[in-house]
Every structure is written in C-alpha cells, then in structure tokens.
C-alpha cells in the first residue's frame, strides 16, 4: 500500500504560477509510474501529465504543453507539478496517482484505470 500526501495549492491570479508537491507516506516512489489528474465540478477526472518510473519520459494533454512541467528528485522521494501562466479553465481540484510497475522504466500511462494509488486531492483556483 502506498499513501500520497500532496501539497502546494491555492488561490492565483490568472498568469501566476503554483508547484504541487507529492510524497509517499513512509516510503519512496522508486518503483512507481507518477501521474497528476484533475478534476473541476461537473466534470470527469482527466488527465493533466505523467511521467515514467525511471524519470526519462514525460506526457502532457493538449492544454496544458508548455505551460506544466512533471518531474520528479534525485532522491526519488517527491513528484512535482510547475504550473505557470495559469489560466482560470486551469482551476480544479488536483490529484496525485501512483502505478506499481514490476518491470520497465521507459512508460506513460494516460488512464484513470491505469493508476493504483491516489492522493486526497488539492485544491487550485485561479481567478481573471
């Protein structure tokens, strides 16, 4: 079992920037696939970037390339999200996942079903 603890959002102004932090409870994430999600009111959770197990391979959805950046430490105990020039379609509720991977360090996964482990969510607003 893993636990994600995330951190880092709140409330911006539209062009500002916020990095979302995550951290597995008691462990690191060496062996895990990471991706972030996000899910805004009325809406399904969607996809937002992943990156792979061995940290070589990053993938982003349309609306955010060039804006978010996915990367993970040296140290291999944390997962960040940079987010800059945030824009108010931007604001949703922010989610960690993690995916046991036994073998290969080269992959992305896209899909809700594709994670085992989710954190509790953060909070981004971005205000015009």
């Known amino acids: 079992q893993v636990q994600l603890v995330e951190s880092g959002g709140g409330l911006v102004q539209a062009g500002g920037s916020l990095r979302l932090s995550c951290v597995a409870s008691?462990?690191?994430?060496?062996?895990?696939?990471m991706g972030w999600f996000r899910q805004a009111p009325g809406k399904e959770r969607e996809f937002v970037a992943g990156?792979?197990?061995?940290?070589?391979?990053?993938y982003y959805t349309d609306s955010v390339k060039g804006r978010f950046t996915i990367s993970r430490d040296n140290a291999k105990t944390t997962v960040y999200l940079q987010m800059n020039s945030l824009k108010p379609e931007d604001t949703a509720t922010y989610y960690c996942?993690?995916?046991?991977?036994?073998?290969?360090?080269?992959?992305?996964?896209?899909?809700?079903?594709?994670?085992?482990?989710w954190g509790q969510g953060t909070q981004v607003t971005v205000s015009s």
């Open positions: 990156i792979s197990r061995g940290g070589f391979r990053t």
């Open positions: 996942s993690a995916k046991d991977v036994d073998y290969g360090t080269g992959y992305v996964y896209t899909g809700v079903s594709d994670y085992d482990y």
């Open positions: 008691g462990r690191t994430l060496s062996n895990y696939a």
